[in-house]
């Protein structure tokens, strides 16, 4: 019995299959009919479940970023726009006797809503991956290079995965939203109807002696629109039971409509309206209001200023019309035209303004205080001798790896994944072993008892070590050039310093001047008279959002990179690794181009500053060979796998780091380099599974390693809060005090290091003078939308500013909160103050207000230091507000261009 009803069933189905396909031969007018009478629901139905679904993730996204109250009061409204949208589609998606009309329908959803789930499954698997949404108004910025193709392609697995489920479940729901939406709009559409009707007289007595074509009748529209929504059989073969189960007479259509569910919808949907007109009118209510189609083009609202501290005013006078700019400084030893990275001193240009200290509000300095007492015995001795200097900027390395200590966050971390939360010994053994060379370069007790003789048994290789020090930046290039120029970057998106007025020279800038001064020649064995070269190395390319442009202007003119690597004509070619990421190779492939760059420098008597980014560390963390260890435990799957790959490139850096040092001890220059090592940026992955700093305000990827290591000095720890702009003037201040630059060098140095903000690390710092905190500014990943500060007198606190309206106000208190698991987190600064007074108290609002009003200022002279000036658009109240740049040079950059092309010649 069962057989022989599968065998009708599969006939009846063969059967219709054959009809269909000779309808599609016979006319492509009924094959558009079929293929229209399914996509219709299909493809509405996609565009219903995408839009909803990218809202849900929105909400769900910054579900803490309004009180409660407000949440659930205004909630409803912010699907708004999606509403109105989908009641748009579901009109066009209707079944219509016009075949012209449905085709302009399938024109439209088709296209709408495969985007939106595209859109929508990008949206989701980069959440899942990164903890932040995708900034829509940011892909006009993408770069495409190979490499931002590249970074792209990682999370293209993601992608497909989403993409799939989300086509894959439209298809067992398009049937029940096609009806459920059809059977509102209907209900939505009575009133129209019924006033129609009752027109329909009042027309024909006053037209109805004119000659013309009658208006159709209503019944006609309402029975076509019904027919659509009831679907005498839907895909799934069930009348619309929202509406009605009975025969699809007009009569019993209409009495489908009862009173009770037109009072129901209708009333409904009313309140929403009403809801949504009396809603009051704020950045953040738009923002989650705005639906996943209109997000590439309308950006976040804009407002006068960048920081908007307008809800929390005090007396700030003294920051109101304040400038840190001046004239330059007159010396004598500066040439007519100056020098590249120095163009403001050119004197053919009268008036041009230079940040100086003295000017600037926020401003401590440091430079009259004495050395620590430490360091004092080896500069007064001359035991320190500083001939070359490497600076290591370590790609994603966070504080707390550098070194791996017991019992520490990442300790735990990897803890929590064994059984009963015990590391094995084994691996212990082998996590103790995972950063060692960090270990010796800091001096940092890591809380293990190593009994071999690595690193000749020496507890400490020797230098400063900071604890507590924040990157100027979290996106990569960003970070270089505030720790390279002793400068906080500038204050917008994505590589932009390049091109504008980088406001203080480049420790490569002032090599190059100190090899100007009169008394330099390589005709000597005094290495103080030595000129120095800058060369910069990295295994990875160079060509990611313009750092091929960067670099010349940093002051670099011998690189070497990927693309170095990979030319025939390369002395070491060919490259003996294969790519490790997207990016390139590992680190070690420079073993050689540092021996030779050693080597001549020596044999030419020249002075080596070798700048090398590392690349290992960088996402997905991969490993020469695919050679892993296993650190985590049995749940090795996941956020767990991504940490336990990014231990291990953090354990092979540091045995490049090793590596680097046996080659300084190969080449005889070991005692005489002075080796800086600062992590670009941190990483949150152990914390919340970011595998990126990307709009992540977490701690962890502000956090990083800042040392300065040399044999001859000894262990010294600062623990109060640095900040990488820190470097440049500390490396000056070593040269000076060591006595390892010519007489005129140190002269020359002595005015240029004068000009830096930052404090310098070989001296005390100064947390707190006069009132006056040390405010330290992070640029976050990507410049344009986010800002942190903290200040050094109170450095528990962390507040990270929106620039943009459509992003929140962040506090965390890490003394309470150290892996800030509690944000609190605002679209109104004014909420984000009563919370605070709430739980801290006025002490802690008064700190919030100080830091709101300093950051505001500070930023609009961040853009008058970099000579950035934004577009500028009118709003309807006739005030400017401030927008992106183009990616064009503004007018005010033609003589800020002056030292890329002078580097470049």
Not at 5 to 20: D, G, I, T, Y
Not at 225 to 232: G, K, P, R, S
Not at 272 to 283: G, I, M, Q
Not at 438 to 456: I, K, M, N, V, Y
């Amino acid at each position: 019995m069962v057989t022989m009803k599968l065998a009708n069933n599969l006939h009846s189905l063969r059967h219709r299959w054959v009809s269909v396909f000779r309808k599609c031969r016979s006319s492509p007018g009924e094959t558009f009919d079929l293929f229209w009478d399914f996509a219709r629901r299909y493809f509405f139905s996609l565009a219903f479940v995408s839009l909803f679904g990218a809202k849900l993730l929105h909400l769900f996204a910054h579900l803490n970023s309004l009180p409660p109250s407000k949440f659930l009061l205004w909630g409803v409204t912010f699907f708004f726009q999606d509403v109105m949208i989908l009641l748009l589609f579901r009109t066009l998606a209707q079944r219509v006797p016009w075949r012209s009309v449905a085709a302009l329908g399938a024109v439209i959803i088709i296209p709408f809503s495969l985007m939106m789930s595209g859109m929508m499954a990008a949206n989701t698997s980069f959440y899942v991956v990164t903890g932040a949404e995708i900034h829509w108004r940011q892909a006009k910025s993408f770069h495409h290079d190979a490499a931002a193709i590249r970074t792209l392609l990682t999370g293209l697995a993601g992608f497909l995965v989403v993409e799939v489920i989300i086509l894959a479940a439209n298809w067992f729901v398009a049937g029940f939203i096609h009806r459920m939406t059809g059977g509102i709009l209907h209900v939505l559409a009575w009133p129209v109807q019924v006033l129609a009707e009752r027109l329909q007289p009042c027309l024909y007595r006053l037209y109805g002696s004119v000659r013309r074509q009658p208006l159709p009748d209503p019944e006609i529209y309402e029975q076509i629109a019904v027919d659509d929504y009831l679907d005498d059989k839907s895909d799934d073969g069930e009348s619309d039971q929202l509406l009605s189960a009975g025969s699809p007479t007009s009569t019993d259509r209409r009495r489908t409509d009862t009173p009770m569910r037109r009072f129901v919808i209708l009333g409904l949907f009313g309140l929403f309206l009403v809801l949504r007109f009396f809603r009051p009118w704020a950045p953040a209510y738009m923002f989650l209001s705005s639906a996943l189609p209109l997000t590439p083009f309308f950006e976040g609202g804009h407002r006068k200023s960048p920081v908007d501290t307008a809800a929390l005013p005090g007396d700030y006078g003294w920051l109101q019309g304040r400038s840190s700019l001046h004239p330059t400084p007159n010396w004598d030893w500066m040439p007519q035209k100056g020098l590249p990275g120095f163009s403001d001193w050119d004197k053919t240009n009268r008036f041009a303004l230079h940040y100086t200290p003295e000017m600037d509000p926020l401003h401590i300095s440091n430079r009259e205080l004495p050395v620590l007492d430490p360091i004092r015995p080896v500069l007064e001795d001359g035991s320190l001798k500083i001939k070359h200097v490497i600076m290591l900027k370590l790609e994603s390395t966070r504080g707390d790896v550098f070194p791996l200590t017991k019992d520490s966050f990442m300790w735990n971390r990897i803890a929590e994944t064994h059984k009963d939360k015990q590391i094995p010994a084994a691996i212990q053994d082998r996590l103790s072993n995972l950063t060692r060379t960090a270990e010796w370069l800091t001096g940092f007790d890591a809380g293990f008892q190593h009994t071999d003789s690595l690193h000749a048994n020496q507890k400490a290789y020797g230098g400063i070590s900071a604890r507590n020090a924040f990157t100027t930046g979290t996106y990569t290039l960003k970070s270089l050039v505030g720790s390279l120029c002793g400068v906080t970057p500038l204050v917008t998106d994505f590589n932009r310093e390049y091109k504008h007025h980088i406001y203080q020279p480049c420790m490569a800038h002032v090599l190059n001047a100190l090899s100007q001064q009169h008394d330099i020649t390589n005709r000597t064995d005094d290495f103080t008279a030595w000129p120095w070269r800058s060369v910069w190395m990295q295994s990875v390319t160079e060509t990611y959002d313009n750092q091929d442009k960067l670099t010349p202007v940093l002051g670099y003119h011998d690189k070497v990179t990927k693309e170095t690597l990979e030319d025939s004509s390369s002395k070491h070619y060919p490259v003996q690794s294969e790519e490790i990421n997207y990016y390139g190779y590992p680190d070690t492939e420079l073993r050689e181009y540092i021996r030779d760059a050693i080597d001549d420098a020596e044999s030419g008597h020249t002075r080596l500053f070798l700048t090398h980014l590392t690349g290992t560390t960088h996402h997905p963390w991969g490993m020469p060979n695919d050679k892993f260890e296993e650190f985590l435990g049995s749940s090795w799957t996941g956020h767990n796998n991504d940490v336990n790959r990014y231990l291990n490139t953090v354990g092979f850096v540091d045995k490049w780091l090793a590596e680097i040092i046996d080659i300084l001890e190969e080449k005889g220059v070991r005692n005489e380099t002075l080796i800086v090592m600062a992590g670009d940026h941190g990483l949150s992955l152990p914390n919340d599974g970011g595998v990126t700093p990307y709009d992540n305000p977490h701690v962890g990827s502000f956090h990083v390693p800042i040392v300065l290591a040399h044999p001859k000095l000894p262990p010294v720890e600062i623990t109060t809060p640095v900040v990488s702009e820190q470097i440049v003037p500390t490396i000056l201040d070593l040269l000076i005090e060591s006595r390892s630059l010519s007489e005129g060098s140190s002269r020359a140095a002595r005015d240029i290091f004068s000009l830096y903000e930052g404090q310098s690390m070989i001296r005390p710092l100064i947390q707190e003078q006069d009132g006056k905190q040390d405010w330290q500014f992070t640029v976050m990943n990507t410049g344009g939308s986010w800002l942190a500060v903290r200040s050094a007198a109170r450095p528990a606190f962390r507040l990270v500013i929106p620039l943009v309206d459509d992003l929140e106000w962040r506090f965390t208190d890490l003394e309470h909160d150290p892996i800030e698991l509690k944000p609190i987190k605002h679209f109104s600064l004014l909420d984000m103050a009563n919370e605070l007074d709430r739980k801290y108290g006025e002490d802690v609002v008064n700190w919030l207000r100080d830091a709101a009003h300093v950051t505001e200022w500070w930023v609009l002279d961040n853009w008058r230091r970099y000579r950035y000036v934004p577009q500028v658009k009118i709003s309807k109240d006739g005030k400017g507000s401030t927008i992106k740049d183009s990616d064009s040079k503004d007018s005010n950059d033609s003589k800020d261009s002056k030292d890329s092309k002078d580097s470049k010649r």
